[in-house]
Nanobody
Framework: VQLQASGGGLVQAGGSLRLSCAAS????????MGWFRQAPGKEREFVGA????????YYADSVKGRFTISRDNAKNAVYLQVVSLKPEDTAVYYC???????????????????WGRGTQVTVSS
């Protein structure tokens, strides 16, 4: 699976963005998808995840109520709608995938087999 995140940019605090992650391959529904972010000097942080069917979604506490994950399996895409952005949301955002045959913890980066190049989100105060 090849992944490519896009949609980042520079926004003011309180603004919004929609990040997209395009995936290659014909078995997209068999992959659980996650979003992570990494700010300079910090470890990669879990943002949220969505199961292959889209029926199960998890969020980090820090983004609940502001970020929404969705996926369109017909388009091999997963999205991260982000609103009410804060300067502390500034980071490179990554999408990642792991095969649903594995029983793994969604919030751990080590659970994911495939990673895309990130997209930079910068929130100015």
């Amino acid at each position: 699976v090849q992944l490519q995140a896009s949609g980042g940019g520079l926004v003011q605090a309180g603004g919004s963005l929609r990040l997209s992650c395009a995936a290659s391959g014909r078995t997209f529904t068999t992959y659980h998808m996650g979003w992570f972010r990494q700010a300079p000097g910090k470890e990669r942080e879990f943002v949220g995840a969505i199961s292959g069917s889209g029926g199960t979604i998890y969020y980090a506490d820090s983004v609940k109520g502001r970020f929404t994950i969705s996926r369109d399996n017909a388009k091999n895409a997963v999205y991260l709608q982000v609103v009410s952005l804060k300067p502390e949301d500034t980071a490179v955002y990554y999408c990642a995938a792991f095969n649903s045959i594995y029983s793994r913890t969604y919030c751990l980066p080590t659970s994911y087999e495939y990673w895309g190049r990130g997209t930079q989100v910068t929130v100015s105060s």
